[in-house]
């Protein structure tokens, strides 16, 4: 399980960010792809927001597309290395705020401050104290109207299939996870949440969940992960919880890599003419 001690070594490693974390947009083919055909269409009546808290920024593979989406974006990690990465890439951006946290809390962040809580593929490494910290942090910080869009670990769910991956030998183990047999314990996922007991945190923090997405990674249709979003109770957008299934997530993601290289910008000329006749 991946303690916050273990995390902020991971990622304070420079080893850890090779392509300053586009690297894990693999199966969308670029980070591009995967915020303009995965994340967007999930956010966009969202935005834009006057302010946005992105926790876990990473190197800023995110930041890059939501600091033009809001007035003010304040950045939290627990890595120094990562604040101090985004810092320097995002040097002439002068509406962007840079903390290092905890891994559970948010001091730095003042109550009833934020539009949009913002995190994806960051807290799946966040066992259950910490993302219930941030439960109660965001219960603090999100304004009346406020909404928090959480990437997290489901595995607690799936507890009994991890344990029986465990047991098979890892000569065996490897090749019939890639497969789709076992349930993936490579990916580093937090064992302790899942989307029905975060859920519960939020609404014992004082929000309300509205929306939940169990999505299936990286290989199989096991539904390792979840997309949870909630908000403050009495808000506008309060409703009862919708709760969807996507073991097809990954599929989706390979169909948008397929099609996004005809139309990404780097798959045109850095210059062109015209010509008419």
């Known amino acids: 399980?991946?303690?916050?001690?273990?995390?902020?070594?991971?990622?304070?490693?420079?080893?850890?960010?090779?392509?300053?974390?586009?690297?894990?947009?693999?199966?969308?083919?670029?980070?591009?792809?995967?915020?303009?055909?995965?994340?967007?269409?999930?956010?966009?009546?969202?935005?834009?927001?006057?302010?946005?808290?992105?926790?876990?920024?990473?190197?800023?593979?995110?930041?890059?597309?939501?600091?033009?989406?809001?007035?003010?974006?304040?950045?939290?990690?627990?890595?120094?290395?990562?604040?101090?990465?985004?810092?320097?890439?995002?040097?002439?951006?002068?509406?962007?705020?840079?903390?290092?946290?905890?891994?559970?809390?948010?001091?730095?962040?003042?109550?009833?401050?934020?539009?949009?809580?913002?995190?994806?593929?960051?807290?799946?490494?966040?066992?259950?104290?910490?993302?219930?910290g941030y439960a109660r942090e965001l219960s603090r910080v999100l304004k009346p109207d406020g909404v928090g869009f959480i990437h997290h670990s489901n595995m607690a769910e799936l507890r009994a299939r991890a344990a029986l991956a465990r047991r098979v030998p890892e000569r065996w183990r490897k090749p019939l996870s890639a497969r789709g047999v076992l349930v993936n314990l490579y990916a580093w996922r937090a064992q302790t949440p899942s989307a029905q007991w975060f859920a519960r945190a939020c609404e014992e923090a004082g929000l309300a969940c509205i929306a939940q997405e169990k999505i299936a990674w990286e290989y199989g249709r096991f539904l390792t992960d979840a997309i949870t979003v909630v908000t403050p109770r009495g808000s506008r957008w309060e409703r009862p919880r919708v709760l969807v299934e996507n073991p097809d997530f990954i599929r989706e993601a390979r169909m948008i890599s397929s099609s996004a290289k005809l139309y990404a910008e780097g798959s045109f000329p850095a210059t062109s003419s015209s010509s008419s006749t």
């Open 1 to 132: 399980m991946p303690e916050i001690e273990e995390n902020v070594e991971t990622w304070n490693a420079a080893a850890s960010w090779t392509a300053e974390g586009d690297e894990w947009s693999g199966p969308w083919g670029s980070a591009e792809a995967q915020w303009w055909g995965t994340l967007l269409p999930r956010l966009h009546a969202f935005l834009p927001a006057a302010t946005i808290l992105e926790l876990g920024p990473g190197h800023g593979r995110w930041t890059r597309y939501l600091k033009g989406r809001c007035d003010e974006l304040i950045l939290v990690d627990l890595a120094e290395n990562c604040i101090d990465a985004c810092r320097e890439r995002f040097a002439a951006d002068t509406n962007i705020t840079y903390h290092v946290n905890d891994g559970s809390s948010l001091p730095a962040v003042a109550d009833r401050a934020v539009d949009l809580a913002f995190s994806f593929d960051s807290l799946v490494h966040a066992e259950a104290d910490a993302l219930a």
